[in-house]
């Protein structure tokens, strides 16, 4: 019963203590110490969503459009189809899927513009690929003949819509450098997709596997690729050297992460520092509870010589710094954290914050919510708001009620 009595005072006397004649001077001082608080937990949290969701947006998009390994030849001649899918179905059991596709260089060609490009010819069971969803106009539709489908900012740039017509230049270079060749044909548009990776939606476009022979002259058992997806891509780099190992001088394997080395490398050297960096915000905030408690102990040197002379434990002084210190944080790190989720539900839905694809991959900003990330940031400012208040707690309690009668 005197415990509960004990808690309740000391509630009392930290709610009271904000009161003073100094109130204007001491209300900015805590304030600006919620707003410290606040603006680290966000930069801290937003900083993580957006890595997290630069993460998941480049690893996913990168498999959408390379599959875990890529096999082909050194000399770029033709892989055979057959043989080579049936060794690895048979060697490899992490395998889950194999298929051919065509990509060769090429250029297209409209009434506008001419561009250099990539096309892939897939076939109509392709499954590795998921691009239907990422359709923005039209359908993903390759039936038929001299069909195509390309990404929006190659559209964009050849000012061509759904039901115009481009042609297609396939170049094929001899052994000597100034020996080329090249077949043209004309296709109409499908669909126009868009990955929000601009390196895929400015020189990627697809059509059928049909029309990928016709105009690179491969025959039906012939490919330029094979597309292998793992049941753990996290085994890519080890499968690949087996295959390569197995299946022999001229094929070679490509992974997904050597494919896109820059981009994971570069998410991966982003990760270390910038929470650490961020963290330090955090941190000085929490100097800053430590100066406005300072000021309110200077302030309340008569209250607390009062409470003390009527016989006031230490302990009891101790607990409502920690309480004014700790709410000040909690505060903070609940406002920081709920402006953070209202910014990335927002960024989620309506794409608020745009970037140049041509330098940051995407052509929006992601973010993933992890609510994880959103507790252990509230924690960790929990956690420094209660050491911050230890300094200017103790120097309260150890106060001698005498010296603190004299003290104006």
Not at 297 to 306: G, L, N, R, T, Y
Not at 338 to 343: D, E, K, P, S
């Amino acid at each position: 019963m005197t415990k509960i009595k004990s808690m309740k005072l000391s509630k009392f006397i930290s709610s009271k203590f904000w009161d003073t004649e100094n109130k204007k001077f001491l209300n900015f001082a805590k304030y600006f110490s919620i707003v410290s608080i606040a603006i680290g937990a966000l930069a801290l949290i937003i900083s993580l969503s957006v890595l997290d969701g630069y993460d998941k947006e480049l690893r996913g998009n990168a498999i959408k459009f390379t599959s875990h390994i890529l096999l082909q030849n050194f000399n770029r001649n033709p892989i055979n189809v057959d043989e080579n899918i049936e060794k690895i179905n048979s060697h490899f059991n992490n395998v889950t899927n194999v298929q051919p596709i065509i990509q060769n260089e090429a250029l297209i060609k409209s009434d506008e513009a001419t561009e250099g490009i990539f096309f892939r010819g897939i076939p109509e069971n392709y499954n590795i690929l998921n691009l239907k969803d990422d359709i923005q106009t039209g359908k993903f539709d390759l039936s038929g003949k001299n069909k195509i489908i390309l990404g929006k900012r190659l559209a964009k740039k050849m000012n061509v819509k759904v039901g115009e017509s481009v042609l297609l230049f396939s170049l094929k270079s001899g052994e000597n450098i100034n020996d080329f060749s090249y077949k043209a044909k004309r296709f109409t548009i499908s669909g126009v997709f868009e990955s929000k990776m601009a390196q895929y939606d400015d020189i990627i476009c697809y059509i059928s596997y049909k029309d990928a022979e016709e105009i690179t002259g491969l025959t039906d058992n012939q490919a330029t690729h094979l597309e292998i997806m793992l049941n753990d891509v996290t085994q890519a780099n080890y499968i690949s050297r087996q295959m390569e190992k197995f299946l022999g001088y001229p094929i070679f394997a490509q992974t997904v992460f050597d494919l896109h080395q820059s981009i994971f490398s570069w998410i991966e050297l982003q990760k270390e520092p910038i929470p650490i960096i961020l963290g330090l915000i955090i941190i000085i905030a929490a100097f800053n509870i430590i100066t406005t408690l300072l000021i309110l102990v200077i302030e309340k040197v008569h209250s607390i010589a009062i409470l003390r002379a009527m016989g006031m434990q230490k302990s009891e002084i101790i607990k409502i710094f920690i309480r004014l210190g700790v709410m000040i944080g909690l505060k903070g790190s609940l406002i920081g954290s709920g402006i953070a989720l209202i910014f990335s539900i927002l960024q989620q839905t309506f794409e608020l914050v745009r970037l140049n694809g041509d330098i940051y991959f995407l052509d929006v900003l992601p973010i993933e919510i992890n609510l994880m990330q959103y507790i252990l940031v509230i924690i960790i400012s929990f956690v420094l708001s209660f050491l911050a208040t230890l300094i200017p707690a103790i120097v309260a309690a150890k106060m001698n009620p005498l010296q603190a009668f004299r003290f104006k």
